[in-house]
T-cell receptor, first 108, second 112 residues
Framework: KNEVEQSPQNLTAQEGEFITINCSYS?????LHWLQQHPGGGIVSLFM???GKKKHGRLIATINIQEKHSSLHITASHPRDSAVYIC??????????FGTGTSLTVIP | DAGVTQSPTHLIKTRGQHVTLRCSPI?????VSWYQQVLGQGPQFIFQ???????GRGNFPDRFSARQFPNYSSELNVNALLLGDSALYLC???????????FGSGTRLTVV
């Protein structure tokens, strides 16, 4: 069993739709990261969370420590949001575990 | 301000060879982490270095090693390359190794 599970694996949405990507983890964490990876490999760090909720533009990330669950929401999705979104957790022992990613395609 | 730079961007090696990948962190960042991403999978954590000391190690064989230099740049070394080592190798830097990571664009290694 993977330490980090993401769902869905693939997601296709129409432009303007509200999108939710889920992440569940099974280890104790010091922080959770949401990453965005575009074709070609470059990774951008979107959020780092240890509790509560963070918002940046049209992106919102939430975390529930008790339920070991996090969600990434994209409001008013746009084709440029098409990418792979990866959830990663950081443990107190400086270990990192990554989800396998959610491939998002937003259709105009 | 330059981002995290990795070199080379692409590399082809033969089985059994050795490879060295390099990473320069953002100025002021003292922590560097290395990750391996096999095609179609999420990244896997390899090492984290902070202030030139190893702070974390993932589940990789001893063929993988790394070091961090006084200027905080880092090298990842892989010996006795296997076909399965073909992957995108990503480097990330942060100020203190506790979040706020910036990733480089990666080195794509192909082992033939």
């Amino acid at each position: 069993k993977n330490e980090v599970e993401q769902s869905p694996q693939n997601l296709t949405a129409q432009e303007g739709e509200f999108i939710t990507i889920n992440c569940s983890y099974s280890v104790g964490i010091s922080a959770l990261h949401w990453l965005q990876q575009h074709p070609g490999g470059g990774i951008v760090s979107l959020f780092m969370l240890s509790s509560g909720k963070k918002k940046h533009g049209r992106l919102i990330a939430t975390i529930n420590i008790q339920e070991k669950h996090s969600s990434l929401h994209i409001t008013a999705s746009h084709p440029r949001d098409s990418a792979v979104y990866i959830c990663a957790v950081e443990t107190g022992g400086n270990q990192f575990y990554f989800g396998t990613g959610t491939s998002l395609t937003v259709i105009p | 301000d330059a981002g995290v730079t990795q070199s080379p961007t692409h590399l082809i090696k033969t089985r059994g060879q050795h490879v060295t990948l390099r990473c320069s962190p953002i100025s002021g960042h003292k922590s560097v982490s290395w990750y391996q991403q096999v095609l179609g999978q999420g990244p896997q954590f390899i090492f984290q270095y902070y202030e030139k000391e190893e702070r974390g190690r993932g589940n990789f064989p001893d063929r993988f090693s790394a070091r961090q230099f006084p200027n905080y740049s880092s090298e990842l070394n892989v010996n006795a390359l296997l076909l399965g080592d073909s992957a995108l190798y990503l480097c990330a830097s942060s100020r203190q190794g506790a979040g706020g990571y910036t990733f480089g664009s990666g080195t794509r290694l192909t082992v033939v």
